[in-house]
């Protein structure tokens, strides 16, 4: 029998799912928030910038996200026509709901709070973002 510190160490794949998600997600965030923060500096507006920002860190999430994260339980890769076209629905709901969300922070606490209202907004969508890519967008059809 091997000892404790030989055997591997796997996770269940929703904790395996969750823990990548978190990794990338963290990463998608970062970008999304530097990129935002970067476009306003420049003189974007809020309802601009955030969108820019948003799409181009998406791109990267979901390609990190389709071949990695929700991979299929046979190895296979989940990115097609089908959850790339519900990837753009759940972005551009998503993208909708943060924007409104991000430019009414910005008018209710000003522009001096604007970084933390971003971060505290994606943070709370990208659990909604995990539980709609998990049940949704990367679904595995067993045929």
């Known amino acids: 029998m091997p000892e404790a510190d030989q055997v591997p160490v796997r996770l269940a794949p ?13 990463t998608q965030l970062l970008i999304d928030w530097a990129t935002f923060l970067l476009l306003v500096h420049a003189g974007l507006s809020v309802l601009m910038a955030n969108p820019a920002s948003r799409t181009f860190a998406a791109v990267i999430g979901y390609l990190l996200n389709g071949s990695m994260t929700f991979r299929g339980t046979d190895g296979k890769r989940h990115l097609n026509v089908g959850s790339f076209l519900r990837f753009v629905a759940l972005f551009v709901a998503l993208t909708a709901a943060s924007t409104l969300l991000v ?22 969508l990208a659990v909604i973002s995990f539980l709609a890519q998990k049940i949704w967008v990367y679904r595995h059809r067993h045929h």
């Open 14 to 26: 929703v904790h395996r799912q969750l823990a990548l998600y978190v990794v990338f997600g963290v």
């Open 103 to 124: 430019d009414a922070g910005a008018q209710l606490f000003g522009t001096r709070w604007l970084a933390i209202v971003k971060m505290l907004v994606e943070g709370g």
